[in-house]
């Protein structure tokens, strides 16, 4: 892109605004799901929440993964802020959630998988798709985040760093300065119109991807209860 484009993209609507706007129908899917309402309801057991954990930590690791693939990349390597990185707290909370043995405890269910496969696929060599979804995943974590770690520390009676690590940022001061500086770099990522479309389109299929966890994370509890 060239000075004079970035310069009227920037002027006229800001990438940030255009993605997040492009994107908000997905978005809203994966935040309204069934197992997204129980947990807010707090209908849903430690055990069922701890599933979300471990599902988030199969993501987690391919994601900072392709984030090590891509610190020195000229546009991704922007986005691979240490501050952001979750796999050592989600190690720690699945400990505290499962025990010791916790890795012979958890597995990914067929759509982590589905969507860690989309991860290498995408997020290794391009780097529009590593910042679409670097970007659906902690930009969510500072936002809608936040108020899910309040809630299950509140439902599972869970003191901080234990079970809910995984929503605390410690090295982020101000989570709301943070967003607005990582929407300056969405801005100012030097993205062609077609990077940027292909961005947008990456986002929205991880928003989709992650709805599709979800989705199974409830059919897994509705069934585990029809069980029962």
């Known amino acids: 892109m060239s000075s ?23 978005h809203e899917a994966a935040a309204v799901s069934n197992y997204m309402s129980d947990l807010f309801e707090g209908r849903l057991s430690r055990d069922e929440y701890a599933e ?3 599902q988030h930590y199969f993501a987690y690791v391919v994601l900072e993964e392709a984030a090590e693939a891509m610190r020195g990349d000229a546009i991704a390597g922007a986005f691979v802020i240490d501050a952001l990185t979750r796999v050592p707290a989600l190690r720690a ?3 505290y959630l499962y025990g010791a043995d916790w890795e012979s405890s958890v597995v990914p269910s067929a759509s982590t998988i589905a969507y860690c496969e989309r991860m290498r696929e995408v997020c290794f060599s391009q780097p529009e798709a590593f910042v679409a979804h670097h970007y ?11 108020m899910i770690g309040r809630i299950v520390r509140k439902s599972y009676d869970l003191a901080p760093g234990s079970g809910a690590a995984f929503y605390e ?11 607005a500086h990582y929407r300056e770099l969405l801005d100012q990522a ?6 940027a479309r292909r961005m947008t389109d990456e986002v929205a299929e991880a928003y989709r991807l992650n709805t599709v966890v979800l989705a199974e994370l409830d059919s897994d509890v509705s069934a585990a209860r029809a069980a029962s």
Do not use: C, N, W
């Not at 659906?136 to 936040?146: A, F, V």
């Open 52 to 54: 979300m954990v471990a």
């Open 4 to 26: 004079t484009e970035h310069d009227a993209r920037s002027t006229s609507e800001r990438f940030s605004a255009v993605l997040r706007s492009a994107t908000t129908v997905d």
């Open 136 to 146: 659906t995943r902690y930009m969510g974590d500072l936002s809608g985040g936040q």
């Open 190 to 195: 030097a993205f062609d119109d077609e990077a």
């Open 169 to 179: 940022f410690d090295g982020i001061e101000d989570i709301p300065a943070f967003k």
């Open 93 to 95: 909370d699945l400990e």
